[in-house]
Structure formats: C-alpha cells, structure tokens
C-alpha cells in the first residue's frame, strides 16, 4: 500500500496568511494526488485534483503543485473560512489512501 | 441539486452484520464510479470500498477484504456496502462518494452526509 505522510499534523495562522501543507507519497504517484477540506460535522469537500486542477467552485487562493512523491497545497491568503482539516489522498493504486490531516487552526 | 443520502447506520454487537444504502439523486448514476469512504470518532479519513460506474470491478480496502461487499443497482440509483463479521475497529461514520470518473476511482466530489456504525456488546 503507499502511504501518504502529510506535514506539520497542525499549523496555526493568521487571516491574511500564506499557508502551505505537504504530502508525501512512499512511492512515485506521478500527480494522482487529491487535496480535500473538512471542517467540523462536516463531509469532506474536494480541493485539488490531478495535483494541481482546481475543482469547480473552489476560490484560486486554494493551489497545488507536485509530481512524483512530493505535492503542496497552498492558501494564498487564507481567510476565516478556511480554518479547517485538509487530507491528501492518491489515486494512483487501490486501496487508495490518506494523509493523516493537516488541522489549520487560529493563532 | 446533486445528493447523496447514507442511511442504514445502527449500533451491532460485534460479528453482526449491516447493510448501508446511498441513494443518488441529480446525476447519471451509472456514468460515475462509487466509493465508502470511513472516519473513525475524532482520526483520519480511510478509503473503505470503490465500484465503477458499470459495478462490473470492485476494490476493497485490505481491512474489509472478505467482510464487505460493495454493490450497486442502476435501475434503483443507489449504492451498497454490506459488512459482515463486524469488528469494534469498524466503529465509524460512513461517507458514501461520487468520483468524478466512470472507469476508475480518481477524486470524490460529491460527498454524502454520513452514517454512523458503532459496533459494540
């Protein structure tokens, strides 16, 4: 199975921020990778597809960038409404996997 | 409106059994893959099950191989897991998910709202 390792677990911030979370593959993945928000009681929202396509509906602030093992998901300047839990995730094989979570908390 | 309704959670003692349905309203069914996607109480989010549009291919995580079952009916627009042999680590909610593919699980982009399984004595 490939294990997708996310980093920090946490991060606090400020609106107005640049934020900018990691995932890391155990193997190459190319860009099968998916970025997901989830906030509290809430299903998770697709983000980023394909590593760095932007799901409709989503503000540009959201980016992602990567290949290979190595992907980024960046908020250019996040706002209050983004204060959240964000998963990675590859498509590349079954069973497909998650990241632990990233929790972007108020500073 | 595109929706996606989990029902069929409950609390079972451990080794019973469940079915959950996740009915689909607002799009082609048929023309989408489908996935169970769990999150235990307060962890992380763990792929479960996936069938493609079709139902002919199944993929099954290797934590529920030989206990779950993913099935679909077209003609009914509604997706199944049945779980079998339940094990107090299969205590979750339930999410079922769209893929934004037919032929393959590529991305989930429409998420249902959840149901909860607790297994317990």
């Known amino acids: 199975d490939i294990q997708m390792t996310q980093s920090p677990p946490s991060l606090s911030a400020s609106v107005g921020d640049r934020v900018t979370i990691t995932c890391r593959a155990s193997?190459?993945?190319?860009?099968?990778l998916n970025w997901y928000q989830q906030k509290p009681g809430r299903a998770p929202k697709l983000l980023i597809y394909a590593a760095s396509s932007l799901q409709s509906g989503v503000p540009s602030r959201f980016s992602g960038s990567g290949s290979g093992t190595d992907f980024t998901l960046t908020i250019s300047s996040l706002q209050p409404e983004d204060f959240a839990t964000y998963y990675c995730q590859q498509s590349y094989s079954t069973p497909r996997t998650f990241g632990q979570g990233t929790k972007v908390e108020v500073e | 409106e595109v929706q996606l309704l989990a029902s069929g959670g409950g609390l079972v003692q451990p080794g019973g059994s469940l079915r959950l349905s996740c009915a689909a309203s607002g799009f082609t069914f048929r023309n989408y893959a489908m996935s169970w996607v769990r999150q235990a109480p307060g962890k992380g989010l763990e792929w479960v099950s996936g069938?493609?549009?079709?139902?002919?291919?199944?993929y099954y995580a290797d934590s529920v191989k030989g206990r779950f079952t993913i099935s679909r009916d077209n003609s009914k627009n509604t997706l199944y897991l049945q779980m079998n042999s339940l094990r107090a680590e299969d205590t979750a909610l339930y999410y079922c998910a769209k893929d934004v593919e037919e032929a393959a699980l590529m991305a989930f982009d429409i998420w249902g709202q959840g149901t909860m399984v607790t297994v317990s004595s």
């Open positions: 069938t493609t549009g079709g139902g002919t291919r199944t």
């Open positions: 193997q190459t993945i190319n860009t099968f």
